[in-house]
């Protein structure tokens, strides 16, 4: 079943049923919004290029609106960053969009706030799939910057319901530490010698934060200095294990840091060992099983290379296992073919679908999930 959904001409015939728009949703959001479907109809267009899956992407950039001040929202929320990413995928193969691409690039930068989600770290995703601009290195000074507080990053927006201490700062993907750790890591390529100390001492910071079970290192949502916030081993791309896990193998990808390495495939194997410790609550990718699959699938591409994620034992195996698992969660009397609210990226079907995609028949379609 796993390899007959992952044909391109099965999941061709979703989208158009399984995976109209949500009523309400935000055509500028990656997130929630329309815009997510954008990602996952280029990499159907590259697979199946006489399919207009093009003419599909296009017609939702082209209605893409946005609802604040330009610039201010990042990656997944709505605004440029998003736009872009949307915009880079779509035109990659047919080299379209140069000139709202090109406008882009000087237009985006730093914005308010450290996070993958709708700050600096999620600008600086986009910038990342273009060509070296000043923005790259405003973007990589500016979480150099955050870096240095003490605690990095320092959390504006705390959970509701939490109390926290002074200092509380996040560690995940999304909104924590793991974030810009791993966007810095990236950028260490284009800006080295200013990136590489924060890289350190951000995967330092991590080790530190992180506490033992039976079953290894897990890390914490948050910790204040003197305690530690729920949930160490949520099983979630924004938060737990393999997000952070992710951002510490790119940081020793960067610094050549077996340590840090060695830290990141050792917590995720535990994870995937014990057994009904996942926490997951959905099937997408921001705190469900598409997420894990992602983060999975890089941990196996890295042992035996991004075109075989699903081959061999180790990883490969647990590929093969949340494969199958997500695919049977597929259900054609459901408007969206998965029990999900709505289209995007992070919460939805599209997500979930290119979730598929990327660790069958095109890898690079996870590049704004930090996962490709």
């Not at 990499?43 to 399919?51: E, I, Q, Y």
């Not at 993958?116 to 990342?128: C, E, K, P, Q, S």
């Not at 799939?129 to 405003?138: D, K, N, T």
Request: charged content about 15%.
């Amino acid at each position: 079943m796993a390899a007959r959904l992952a044909r391109p001409e099965t999941l061709s015939r979703a989208p158009s049923r399984a995976l109209s728009p949500a009523p309400g949703s935000r055509p500028d959001s990656l997130a929630r919004g329309k815009l997510g479907l954008v990602p996952l109809y280029a990499a159907l267009d590259g697979l199946a290029p006489n399919s207009e899956w093009d003419v599909s992407g296009h017609h939702i950039l082209k209605d893409a609106t946005f609802t604040g001040p330009a610039g201010t929202a990042g990656l997944f929320s709505g605004g440029l960053a998003g736009f872009g990413v949307a915009a880079a995928l779509m035109g990659r193969r047919a080299g379209r969009y140069g000139k709202v691409l090109g406008r882009l690039d000087t237009a985006v930068g730093p914005v308010a706030g450290h996070d993958l989600i709708d700050g600096t770290a999620g600008a600086a995703v986009y910038l990342l799939m273009r060509p070296p601009s000043p923005g790259l290195e405003a973007v990589a000074r500016e979480l150099v910057r955050g870096a240095s507080a003490c605690p990095p990053f320092p959390m504006r927006r705390i959970p509701p319901g939490w109390s926290v201490g002074d200092g509380y700062a996040d560690c995940g993907l999304a909104h924590g530490v793991a974030g810009p750790l791993a966007v810095l890591s990236l950028l260490s390529g284009h800006v080295g010698e200013l990136a590489r100390p924060a890289v350190q001492a951000l995967a330092e910071w991590l080790l530190d934060a992180a506490v033992q079970d039976e079953w290894g290192t897990a890390w914490p949502a948050g910790v204040d200095g003197t305690r530690t916030y729920p949930s160490p081993r949520r099983a979630s791309w924004c938060y737990g294990v393999p997000g952070v896990a992710r951002a510490l193998w790119l940081a020793g990808e960067a610094l050549d840091e077996p340590r840090y390495r060695r830290a990141a495939r050792d917590a995720m194997a535990g994870l995937l060992e014990a057994p009904d410790g996942w926490g997951l609550d959905s099937l997408g990718v921001c705190h469900g099983l598409a997420g894990l699959l992602l983060m999975t699938a890089t941990f196996a591409g890295a042992e035996w290379g991004p075109a075989n994620a699903r081959e061999g034992g180790g990883f490969g195996a647990a590929v093969e296992v949340l494969f199958d698992r997500l695919c049977a969660a597929y259900d054609s009397r459901l408007p969206l073919g998965f029990d999900v609210a709505g289209t995007g990226l992070l919460t939805g079907a599209a997500g979930i679908a290119l979730a598929l995609l990327a660790v069958t028949d095109a890898p690079e379609a996870a590049s704004m999930f930090l996962a490709a």
